[in-house]
């Protein structure tokens, strides 16, 4: 069983206890961390979430989750502009702390109040694929696509340690193939 540590950043709660415990609350605590066993292409995995989604004020905290964090969820609301240009300022601190190459998903919550949305669909996929990253829409009150934001993040991580290890297991190999040996 692989496991991942995942951090939620951005501007107000988002889906964690949803997709943990499968119930819709607000916990406003300075910060949380649940776990949840999930399965992802039929293999099982254990998903730590390090949510400090909505705890502006603790900088200090968040940039702690940031280094422990093996994958990033930035998210932001579709019912305002404020969160969702905020959520570049996070993106920032993860390219900060982790470097360039750090695996996240962006986020637009509230999709069940798309008739309040001030971000557009489209403008949510244009800065993803400015960050280089999946881009999801979600509704932590409905628990619409939270199973699909993970398991894409957890796709991509695996597919990042699977290029690592390979790289690391053969390096002789290149070489081999690169050997000429004459008798």
Request: glycine share 8%; net charge neutral; proline share 1%.
């Amino acid at each position: 069983m692989d496991e991942w540590k995942v951090a939620v950043l951005g501007v107000g709660r988002w889906g964690a206890i949803q997709f943990t415990m499968n119930q819709f609350t607000y916990d406003p605590t300075i910060e949380d961390s649940y776990c949840k066993q999930f399965v992802v292409d039929n293999c099982i995995c254990l998903v730590e979430v390090l949510d400090t989604a909505g705890q502006e004020d603790y900088a200090m905290l968040r940039d702690h989750w940031v280094r422990a964090g093996q994958g990033f969820i930035l998210v932001y609301s579709i019912t305002s502009r404020s969160t969702f240009d905020r959520v570049k300022v996070f993106h920032e601190s993860v390219r900060q702390i982790k470097g360039g190459d750090a695996i996240l998903v962006l986020v637009g919550n509230k999709a069940d109040k798309a008739y309040d949305r001030e971000v557009s669909k489209e403008e949510g996929a244009a800065l993803a694929r400015q960050f280089a990253c999946g881009f999801i829409e979600t509704s932590a009150k409905t628990a619409q696509n939270l199973d699909l934001v993970f398991a894409s993040l957890i796709r991509a991580l695996r597919q990042t340690r699977h290029l690592e290890t390979g790289a690391a297991q053969n390096p002789g190999r290149e070489k081999e193939k690169r050997t000429c040996i004459i008798l």
